[in-house]
């Protein structure tokens, strides 16, 4: 099956600095990925879609200037979190999907703690 | 938007228990998903079923998509079945993907 990669796993940053997240599509090529945020107990929100080569389209009330999205390659997309803060602090978990297929394959998730 | 509701929101079984979950939504869709997060947080496709019934070892869905609901069954369950179960649905292929609330299933021992 289709294969997801997210790194790191687990990051503790301390509030004021950048962290980036990489998510890589390993088996297949990802035309479309997806990053959403879920906080505990809850759902997955989209945070973004980004497209191979185009600017990611960001959901309304996610900073885009804080949460910069990079698809550069088709299996390779980055989430860098700008100047994070505490409520920053979150499961993060890309999402990714080739071209014509609907089913969305998602990666292990990356656990932010900011201090 | 779509709104799409989950039943029950928790549920807990006896391992080798049977359970239906269930999930609504409130206007027509081409695409639904089922997936399983595990407590690890992992998210695993369990069913890609915008229409009809497919089965998968203990794990079969039904999507009725006239009536905008989809069921997944789980048959004798055991305790790695626990973790959240959620439905995704969008209305096309081009739409956004909406996550249902998911239901947080315990199967003890």
């Known amino acids: 099956g289709a294969v997801v990669s997210q790194h790191p796993s687990r990051v503790i940053c301390k509030s004021g600095t950048s962290v980036k997240i990489e998510c890589r599509s390993l088996d297949f090529q990802a035309t479309t990925m997806f990053w959403y945020r879920q906080f505990p107990k809850q759902s997955l929100m989209l945070m973004a879609t980004?497209?191979?080569?185009?600017?990611?389209?960001?959901e309304q009330g996610v900073e885009k200037d804080k949460f910069l999205i990079n698809h550069a390659s088709l299996t390779l997309s980055t989430l860098t979190v700008t100047s994070a803060h505490p409520e920053d602090s979150s499961f993060y978990i890309c999402s990714a999907r080739g071209n014509g297929i609907y089913e969305q394959y998602f990666g292990p998730g990356t656990r932010l703690t900011v201090t | 938007g779509i709104q799409v509701e989950q039943s029950p929101p928790d549920l807990i079984l006896q391992e080798g228990a049977n359970s239906t979950l269930r999930c609504n939504f409130s206007d027509s869709v081409n695409n639904l998903q089922w997936f399983h997060q595990n407590p690890w947080g992992q998210l695993i496709n369990l069913f890609y079923?915008?229409?009809g019934t497919k089965q998968n070892g203990r794990l079969s869905a039904t999507t009725v998509a006239t009536e905008r609901y989809s069921l997944l069954y789980i048959s004798s369950s055991q305790t790695t079945d626990s973790g959240v179960y959620f439905c995704?649905?969008?209305?096309?292929?081009?739409?956004?993907?909406?996550f249902g609330p998911g239901t947080s299933l315990s199967v003890i021992p």
């Open positions: 079923i915008p229409s």
């Open positions: 995704a649905v969008s209305k096309t292929s081009y739409d956004k993907v909406i």
């Open positions: 980004s497209n191979e080569g185009s600017k990611a389209t960001y």
